[in-house]
């Protein structure tokens, strides 16, 4: 099965350390999102690329958040400065967009945990 | 700005029965997606089924069926005979069918139970 992939899936961090998740789509996909969860809430949108391009950046998004997506491929997602209110599931998302429905596949997630 | 609601956290259900998740969003677009995805615990997210707005006929993918009513802008999802498997959350999800707008809109979720 050649799903979505998340690395890793669990991080403990403590508060002021800078934490980098990665994720590997669905090979062919062009385009790749990520999303936040926090206990008891749906996911919450924060970014999408097509290809190697940023398109839509979330206002929850803030300075201390960066994500790349170099080469089109892989896609990381670094978090400065943690704050507990960091701690939260983070999800990609991969799909093919060639107009139309464009599904969305979600990988199993990477759990943050800021002490 | 597009929001959904899901007015029931939690909900349970005796295997093979019959059980209604309900969902709601507001949005003043006419040309939309709707969703339901399925989040078994620590597992990944999965889609359900889908709905185009502008089919007026409901989605059914086997065992699951949603009613769309566009003017309530309601969608509920139906499940029938319900099995052991079903059990967990339950996202209603929305977005807009443009190009440049991919974002998926969740609501809040509900928990779904199975009792044997």
């Known amino acids: 099965d050649t799903g979505v992939s998340q690395n890793p899936r669990h991080k403990i961090t403590k508060r002021g350390q800078n934490v980098t998740f990665r994720c590997d789509p669905i090979?062919?996909?062009?385009?790749l999102y990520w999303y936040r969860q926090t206990l008891g809430q749906g996911p919450e949108f924060l970014t999408y690329?097509?290809?190697?391009?940023?398109?839509?950046k979330s206002r929850l998004l803030s300075d201390r958040f960066s994500a790349e997506r170099p080469k089109g491929s892989f896609s990381t997602l670094e978090i400065q400065r943690t704050e507990q209110g960091d701690s939260a599931m983070y999800l990609c998302?991969?799909?093919?967009?060639?107009?139309?429905?464009?599904?969305?596949?979600f990988g199993p997630g990477t759990r943050l945990t800021v002490l | 700005a597009q929001t959904v609601t899901q007015s029931q956290p939690e909900m349970s259900v005796q295997e093979a029965e019959t059980v209604t998740l309900s969902c709601t969003y507001d949005?003043?677009?006419?040309?939309?997606?709707l969703f339901w995805y399925k989040q078994p615990p620590s597992r990944q997210m999965i889609l359900v089924i889908r709905?185009?707005?502008?089919?007026?006929q409901n989605a059914t993918e086997n065992r699951f069926s949603v009613n769309f009513q566009k003017a309530a802008k309601s969608f509920s999802l139906k499940i029938s005979d319900s099995q052991l498997g079903d059990a967990a959350m339950y996202f209603c999800?929305?977005?807009?069918?443009?190009?440049?707008?991919?974002?998926?809109?969740f609501g809040q979720g509900t928990r779904l139970t199975i009792n044997p």
């Open positions: 998302a991969s799909s093919f967009f060639s107009g139309g429905l464009n599904e969305q596949f």
């Open positions: 999800a929305y977005r807009l069918t443009s190009q440049g707008a991919q974002k998926l809109v």
């Open positions: 690329f097509q290809n190697e391009a940023q398109l839509e």
């Open positions: 949005t003043s677009e006419s040309d939309y997606y």
């Open positions: 709905q185009e707005a502008y089919k007026q």
């Open positions: 090979s062919e996909h062009n385009r």
